[in-house]
């Protein structure tokens, strides 16, 4: 069935708490301020292989401050999100979705295309990105009306996540083409295996000790909902993704502390 005005209100509202914005923006246009105009003049000068060990030093110090970041987000979202918000608890839920995008921030890939001159592939990523980001809001939002409309709302969430890994994947291509490198050398990835598996396992590791003793998830937490169930990241998105479902919303805005989504 359709949602009710006053329901979609509350679903309107859930999503917009729960879209926050992580604060990692001025540290990447600290990186790109200084690192556009060298790449541009190392790109002149044919200098690729000092342009690989600034990029690759780059990522690696951005990563010694997002990874952990995007590992405490995660397993912290209940309590920080349920703190500002209490009131609209499948807040979570878009939160959490969002921050699934926080890993592709430990680098830059537009500025880089622009650096070397390059600015239509950037352009073309852009373009690609926001029409696969319409057509996916538009799919999943009708697939899950039809299969869970409680949880419709999720859909540009998911969408927005799907497209963004849709264009970075793009956009590696394109600065391995232009420089000439293969994707093992694109990035550090062993440094970035290391410090992503060390922040979730602190992370997780800290989350599964507040749940040995005892401690229940604040009011608003919810088990992932079952239309959202079959995709890869599910079973990071929440600890309870086993769980029966939640309840709706049981009414017109009064059950909006329901379950929740991030």
Known sequence: PKPSSAASDVYKRQYHFGALEVPVSLLLAAVVTVLVPEISRLFQEGRLDDIHALWQ???????????PLFAFLLVFAEPLVSLLYPEYARSIWVFRIYILVLPLRCAIYNPLLVGMGKARWALWGSLGDLGCNLALSLALVSYMLGARP???FLG?????VCSTYLQVS???TAIGRHLR???AQLLPWGQLLRLGLGG???GFGVGGGRRRRGRRHPRGGAPL???IRPFPWSPILSPSARQRPGPGLGGAGG???AGRLG
């Open 156 to 160: 540009p969430a998911l969408a927005t």
């Open 150 to 152: 409680e949880w419709a």
């Open 181 to 183: 490198w293969g994707l």
């Open 57 to 67: 030093g780059a990522v690696s110090r951005l990563a010694l401050v997002v990874l």
């Open 200 to 202: 979730s396992g602190s």
């Open 255 to 257: 059950g909006s502390r």
């Open 170 to 172: 793009f956009l590696l």
């Open 225 to 227: 909902p079952r239309a």
